[in-house]
């Protein structure tokens, strides 16, 4: 089954107003359907005589050495789509030897995400995304916990100063999780009751201050997400940070911003090597890895893809979704000349018909 059919597979057995929250962005939906597009204005000029028959891809990422160049981007509420929810993303991502981002609005608690991708693998890399938390308790309890359950990385996301506006959302009604589930990683958090949850408040006010704070408070290396501006990405190194993940959240906040792989060759070159840059938006295919890398991202992230195939077909699906997109990746740098991602150099993208 291919991740086309995949995505119409879960798109058929999931809830409409479900599938709309997860396949929706903000606005008018420009930029989630630019992130897509933007891979098809690029073209790959291969090499020849020098491949390989055995090629290696992987990847060293703070807190995940060896590890694919493909990982799960944080998305939230995955017991929403199916009901082992993130356990199976936990355990599906673990035996492919993928990176696995859970979020502060995973519907199951870090410790059980963490645990969950130790029953298939006996070292996985678990990277806890959260958001910058007026309270500053609070986020230094969350970070507490994920060092407790084992993470080893955080993920701090910066593109959220409010809440995206998604006009699907709005008009299905779906303003909060319905009865049964919760964002667990919140419960029992300072400021509580026994038991009880808060809320994942945005924090407009967030600043460089608080980038430094968090690098301080943990042993943990952050890494910071949501970053399309080259000189912030050179303000987030400056500030402890230990890699840049370009995104724009997947066009689910800002309708009005660049597609996230047209930012990257600048983020790239403003970062000049410090730390590892990675993306996140839009890629679907194998080769849309290839140009990234290409481009100069380490790795990239899969977000709605990773969630059709978990509605589809739960662990197994995304298993598959992630094992097609290693294979059609490694088949596509061996039609580039590859033995080695480093193979892939920024003079082997090309503008299609004069589009960039």
Request: aromatic share 4%.
């Amino acid at each position: 089954m291919t991740l086309r059919e995949l995505h119409e597979r879960a798109r058929k057995t999931l809830d409409p107003v479900v599938y709309d929250y997860v396949a929706g962005g903000a606005g008018e939906e420009r930029v989630l359907a630019a992130n897509e597009r933007a891979f098809d204005d690029y073209a790959l000029l291969p090499r020849v005589l020098r491949g390989s028959a055995v090629r290696d891809t992987a990847v060293d990422l703070p807190g995940a050495p060896r590890t694919a160049p493909v990982f799960v981007a944080p998305t939230a509420f995955h017991r929403l789509v199916h009901p082992d929810g993130e356990l199976a993303t936990a355990r599906a991502a673990a035996a492919e030897g993928a990176v696995l981002v859970t979020g502060t609005a995973a519907t199951t608690a870090v410790r059980e995400v963490v645990a969950a991708a130790r029953e298939a693998a006996p070292d996985p890399a678990v990277w806890f995304q959260l958001y910058p938390h007026p309270r500053g308790e609070v986020t230094a309890a969350l970070v507490r916990r994920a060092e407790d359950a084992g993470c080893t990385a955080l993920v701090l996301t910066v593109d959220s100063p409010v809440f995206g506006r998604h006009a699907r959302d709005l008009r299905n009604g779906f303003t909060d999780l319905p009865p049964g589930y919760a964002a667990e990683n919140m419960r029992d958090l300072p400021g509580a009751p026994p038991g009880g949850l808060l809320g994942i408040p945005m924090s407009p006010e967030a600043g460089w201050a608080h980038l430094a704070e968090l690098v301080r408070g943990t042993a943990l290396p952050v890494l910071v997400k949501g970053v399309l501006h080259p000189d912030d990405a050179r303000q987030a190194v400056g500030h402890g940070a230990a890699g840049i993940i370009v995104s724009n959240h997947g066009g689910r906040q800002s309708d009005a911003v660049p597609a996230a792989v047209d930012c990257l060759p600048a983020l790239v070159d403003a970062v000049a090597g410090r730390v590892p840059v990675l993306l996140d938006g839009g890629v679907r295919r194998g080769s849309d890895v290839a140009v990234a890398l290409a481009l100069g991202a380490r790795a990239v992230g899969l977000g709605r893809p990773v969630v059709w195939g978990l509605a589809a077909e739960g662990e197994a699906g995304v298993r598959r979704v992630l094992a097609t997109l290693r294979d059609e990746y490694d088949h596509t740098l061996a039609l580039c000349g590859g033995r080695r991602n480093a193979d892939l150099t920024a003079d082997m993208v090309v503008a299609k018909g004069g589009a960039r």
